[in-house]
């Protein structure tokens, strides 16, 4: 595995390119210039700035953050409820890609979460038991009519 500083140098060429690269995908601020921008992300760490652009890249595969907000609403068969989406509007994109992933599993397991299984196996285990007691106890206690 190579270190985030050989990463960015293989892919990038140099943390400066990086720098524009995420300038042209972050949205920006009006208070802040170009410069200011590039000059405040050589300061951040060389993952970080790769995790930014990891999923600055994602969303943009995924049609923007409106359409990533779209997504995780159907997903949620929710797609009318205005609150939820200004909310989820107000979150970061990392946020948004791990409520869209958790909402795909869970439509993989068909709508089961991840407890579900292991919670039913024991409530059967469990009357399978209390089966075995009522046997064994009603063979012990003869009947008398």
Do not use: C, Y
Not at 15 to 27: S, T, Y
Not at 38 to 59: G, S, W, Y
């Amino acid at each position: 595995m190579k270190s985030p500083f050989a990463e960015v140098t293989d892919r990038f060429g140099s943390k400066e390119k990086l720098a524009e690269e995420l300038f042209k995908l972050l949205p920006k601020s009006e208070e802040e210039s170009k410069e200011e921008f590039k000059e405040r992300l050589m300061r951040v760490p060389n993952r970080k700035l790769l995790h930014i652009h990891a999923v600055e890249e994602r969303t943009k595969a995924l049609g923007g953050k409106e359409k990533l907000v779209d997504s995780i609403l159907a997903a949620h068969k929710r797609g009318k409820d205005g609150d939820w989406r200004k909310a989820l509007l107000a979150k970061p994109n990392t946020e948004l890609l791990d409520l869209l992933r958790a909402a795909q599993k869970l439509e993989k397991r068909g709508g089961r979460r991840r407890g579900d299984a292991p919670l039913a196996l024991e409530r059967a285990r469990r009357k399978r038991r209390r089966q075995k007691l009522h046997a064994e106890r009603a063979a012990r206690k003869p009947h008398t009519a």
